[in-house]
């Protein structure tokens, strides 16, 4: 096994914004018909959280990130980068990580990324990264306000994505444990299987755009197509980590994949040759948050106690792109 990142997660924190939202009660409030069984039994998902109106990215994020800097025992002045990776910034023009910044009371820089459900993992690679070569303390967040890019009419979409923002605190380590391999993966050939059409400058916003409902997100390919091309992404750059630190996939004690739904999750524990009761699970109570998926389920599983020291989690993360990534963790002592 080799040497690690010397980087280890101190703090960590979460933001649900609003009240959990069945999928019968969005079914009602959206006046929409869903499969509400495939939904809760294929699917995954009891649950989600839709922010309220006047709350941004920038403020589930700032949230996150004050919780985990309360549970770190730091101050925000006393971090030196904020990454964030989020698919639905605040604006176009300016990063939601500088709002986040001012919201905490920080003077560090910051940076916006931008990877769709793999940006947690992208910031995280950053974030390790620049505690390695010489940072003290780096907030990393994975937030995302998904509900808003979606049609209201698209009874497909509407109850897979929820609102939600995690975030943790990286700081220096020795090698023997915290990051021990970190991996990223983009293939762009497939921009386009899965994206929002219109609001950047390739299609900027016009009534037309509007009318006909290019600011939700779009899915160019089939479901069992995008499946099958998620599972292969997250199950090779999975083994590849492991090949890396010297260990079989089912070596690790916690697995940690992106909650798009259940049917990949369960496909890439299986393909991996991982136990499904190593799997946590979080998209039940808090549906697909993007970026937020993988910080969300990580804080559920400290909460519950399982990161004891010297246990292996092993994160893995796909996207529209595509991107992808994952790392291993060695919880230290």
């Not at 079914?27 to 709350?55: C, E, H, Q, W």
């Not at 023009?93 to 919201?103: D, E, K, M």
């Not at 499946?227 to 999975?238: K, L």
Request: charged share 20%.
């Amino acid at each position: 096994m080799k040497n690690g990142w010397g980087v280890k997660i101190i703090g960590s924190g979460i933001c649900l914004p609003g009240e959990p939202v069945t999928t019968e009660e969005l079914s009602k409030r959206l006046n929409l018909d869903f499969d509400i069984a495939m939904v809760r039994d294929k699917i995954g998902i009891k649950t989600r959280y839709i922010a309220p109106d006047d709350i941004a990215t920038s403020h589930i994020a700032a949230k996150a990130a004050q919780m985990a800097l309360d549970n770190a025992g730091i101050t925000a002045k006393q971090l030196d980068r904020i990454l964030l990776g989020t698919s639905t910034p605040d604006y176009t023009n300016t990063a939601a990580s500088c709002n986040v910044q001012f919201l905490l009371g920080a003077t560090c820089p910051v940076g916006d990324t931008t990877e769709s459900c793999a940006s947690f993992m992208y910031a995280l690679d950053h974030g390790i990264r620049l505690i390695a070569t010489g940072m003290e303390y780096v907030c990393v967040i994975g937030a995302d306000i998904k509900s808003r890019f979606v049609r209201k009419d698209d009874p497909k979409f509407c109850p897979i994505f929820g609102d939600g923002a995690g975030a943790v605190i990286l700081t220096k380590n020795n090698t023997d444990s915290g990051f021990m391999v970190s991996e990223l993966f983009a293939d762009g050939s497939g921009l386009k299987n899965i994206y929002v059409p219109a609001g950047g400058s390739a299609m900027p916003a016009s009534i037309e755009t509007v009318t006909n409902g290019l600011h939700g997100t779009l899915m160019t390919i089939s479901g069992r197509k995008m499946v099958e091309i998620s599972v292969d992404i997250m199950a090779n750059i999975g083994k590849k980590v492991c090949d890396k630190y010297g260990i079989a996939p089912n070596d690790v004690d916690i697995l940690i994949p992106h909650q798009a739904n259940y049917i990949i999750m369960k496909g890439v524990a299986q393909k991996l040759g991982i136990d499904l009761e190593k799997m946590e699970v979080s998209i039940d109570t808090a549906a697909n948050t993007i970026s937020g998926t993988l910080p969300i389920t990580l804080h559920q599983a400290i909460t519950r106690n399982k990161l004891q020291p010297g246990k292996l989690v092993l994160f893995v993360t796909a996207a529209s792109g595509y991107t992808g990534g994952a790392a291993i963790y060695k919880v230290p002592e």
